[in-house]
């Protein structure tokens, strides 16, 4: 053994060591669904009749939860963020802008009223885009439901189909399943 191979040999001890202690199995993962469910104090429905899979990695939009028809080409996707930041709107906007490629079509934002009633939420947005390749993978469209309260954070419900209509078809019945205690 070289004195450079001890050296890194004994530099590398404390590392491994510190890191077996960082990997405790009992703790919580402070980004999975539930925790973020819980930081941001929100229920979440399990849509029935869909099928759960397994999120797909992208640059454009991560999320946390997503479900699929079994027989139609529809999914849905829930992705929540923790922040306590005022600018919810950009946020939203840059999150359009990330999704659609670029494209920042007008968008609908609920009534003050109507979203505190209907999600518990301060303010929320929907608007409908063509989705770009990477967050869309082979979607067509969707239609993106946003949701936000102060102090607390945002959620995020994104509808995919290649039709309108199946969105509109297939997300009524689960159109409040993630939302503000």
Known sequence: MTKQSFFLTLLSIPLSISLSFAQDSTSVDPWSFESLLDSTQMTFEVPEGLIEVAPIENRQMNYEKAYKHPTERF?????????????????????????????????????????????????????????????????????FVYIHKTGLGDGYMFYLADDNTIISEHMDPIFHALRFK
């Open 75 to 143: 999914e849905v996707r829930y992705a929540i963020r923790s922040h306590d930041m005022g600018i919810y709107k950009s946020i939203f906007e840059m999150t359009v802008l990330n999704i659609s490629g670029g494209q920042l079509p007008e968008y609908t934002p609920f009534g003050s009223q109507a979203v505190k009633s209907e999600f518990g939420a301060d303010a929320g947005a929907t608007v409908m885009v063509q989705v770009g390749e990477e967050f869309g993978q082979d979607y067509k469209y969707c239609l």
